[in-house]
C-alpha cells in the first residue's frame, strides 16, 4: 500500500516536472534565441538554470533513493558506498593536484578566464581522461579474459 502512496507521488512530481521543462523550452522558442551573446535577450540563462535545477533533483533523488533502498535492505552496503564515494574523492584530488592550470592558449574571448576556472577545467578534463581510458581498458581487459576462460 505505501509502495502505491510513492509510485503516485513520484508519478505526479515527474509530470510536473515534465510539463515545466516542456514550457521553459517552448518559451524560449517563442522568444527566440540569440545568435551571439551581444545579443541576449534572456532565454539562454532561464534554459540553464532550469537544466541545472533539473540535473540537482536527478542527482538528490538517485543518491537518497540509493541510499535508503540500501539501508533498508543491505545496511552492510552502506560501507561499499562510503569507500566508493572516498575513493572518487582521491582520485578528483589527484587530478586536481595534478592539473596545470595554465592559460587557455588562442582563446580571444573578451573575459580571460580566472586561475580557478583554467584548474577546475583541467581538473575535469584530466578526470574525463582517466575515466575514459579506464572504461576502454577494462573493456579490452575483460574481452581478453572472456576470451582466454573459453579455450
Do not use: H
Not at 37 to 55: K, Q, R, S
Not at 122 to 137: E, K, W
Amino acid at each position: 500500500m505505501e509502495n502505491q502512496k510513492y509510485a503516485k507521488i513520484v508519478k505526479i512530481v515527474l509530470w510536473v516536472l515534465m510539463i515545466l521543462s516542456v514550457a521553459v523550452l517552448l518559451w524560449g522558442m517563442i522568444k527566440g534565441y540569440p545568435a551571439t551573446v551581444a545579443e541576449d535577450n534572456g532565454t539562454v540563462d532561464p534554459l540553464l538554470y532550469w537544466a541545472y535545477i533539473v540535473l540537482g533533483i536527478a542527482l538528490v533523488s538517485v543518491i537518497c533513493v540509493g541510499l535508503y533502498v540500501t539501508a533498508t535492505t543491505n545496511p552492510k552496503g552502506l560501507v561499499k558506498i562510503g569507500i566508493a564515494v572516498v575513493a572518487a574523492a582521491v582520485l578528483f584530488g589527484v587530478c586536481y593536484l595534478v592539473a596545470s592550470g595554465a592559460p587557455a592558449i588562442g582563446y580571444t574571448g573578451t573575459k580571460q578566464p580566472t586561475a580557478t576556472e583554467l584548474k577546475m577545467t583541467d581538473t575535469i578534463l584530466n578526470l574525463a581522461y582517466l575515466v575514459g581510458g579506464a572504461a576502454i581498458l577494462s573493456i579490452i581487459v575483460s574481452e581478453v579474459f572472456m576470451t582466454i576462460r573459453k579455450k
